[in-house]
């Protein structure tokens, strides 16, 4: 069963738009959130994780336990935005499995 | 310093044949995934190990795939009898803590083709 969603393959925006970048999650428990980035040529790494509660590079994600998502979100869109992002759900008190889901690759168009 | 290191960064390889490939830690990291990054399909998850704990292996696809990880540092993913479902970039991470405050630093992936 796919633990976290991320309905967009693909996702488009011209620079200074919104951007908003949908994951949903399935998990009964507390969960632990994350947001990973690779950028062209570059490693995955963590852009921002839910507890932390910061923006980062502009970004912020709310954890809604409600409607079980955590949604990226960024006012204004920069070129330098493009790139592949993953939502990534942790389970339990300690460190183990991550799940990631498949990725929203995201084109910043100038 | 140094982040995860990976080796080689690039493997093509012949149907049937057996391949492995490896992974160096950030020094002192306790923890050590592997997942799989295929085109469509994100980043599946494969193998975990943790200190001296007994590792995760839920993910591993067949017993085609094993792993191990020497001396709680440097890891061998190996895939025998390789299938060109096989074909994907393999990455490997690590992290210093058992808990979430922590990242996972990954590395460069090691890139394996199977014709």
């Known amino acids: 069963a796919q633990r976290v969603t991320q309905p967009e393959k693909l996702l488009s925006v011209f620079k200074g738009a919104p951007v908003e970048l949908k994951c949903n999650y399935s998990?009964?428990?507390?969960?632990?959130l994350f947001w990973y980035v690779q950028y062209s040529r570059q490693r995955l790494q963590l852009l921002l994780r839910?507890?932390s509660r910061e923006s980062i590079k502009g970004f912020t994600a709310d954890l809604n336990k409600g409607e079980t998502s955590f949604h990226l979100k960024k006012p204004f869109a920069q070129e330098e935005d493009s790139a592949m992002y993953y939502c990534a759900l942790g389970r339990g008190s300690t460190l183990g499995r991550l799940y990631f889901g498949r990725g929203t690759q995201l084109t910043v168009w100038p | 310093g140094a982040g995860v290191s990976q080796s080689p960064s690039n493997k093509v390889t012949e149907k049937g044949k057996d391949v492995e490939l490896r992974c160096d830690p950030i020094s002192g990291h306790t923890a050590l995934y592997w997942y799989r990054q295929s085109l469509g399909q994100g980043l599946e998850f494969l193998i975990y190990f943790q200190g001296n704990s007994a590792p995760d292996k839920s993910g591993l696809p067949s017993d085609r795939f094993s792993a191990e990880r020497t001396g709680g540092s440097v890891s061998t993913l190996t895939i025998q009898r390789t299938q060109q479902e096989d074909s994907a970039v393999y990455l490997c991470a690590s992290s210093s803590r058992t808990d979430y405050n922590s990242p996972l630093h990954f590395g460069n992936g090691t890139r394996l083709t199977v014709t």
């Open positions: 839910h507890i």
């Open positions: 998990y009964s428990g507390s969960p632990e």
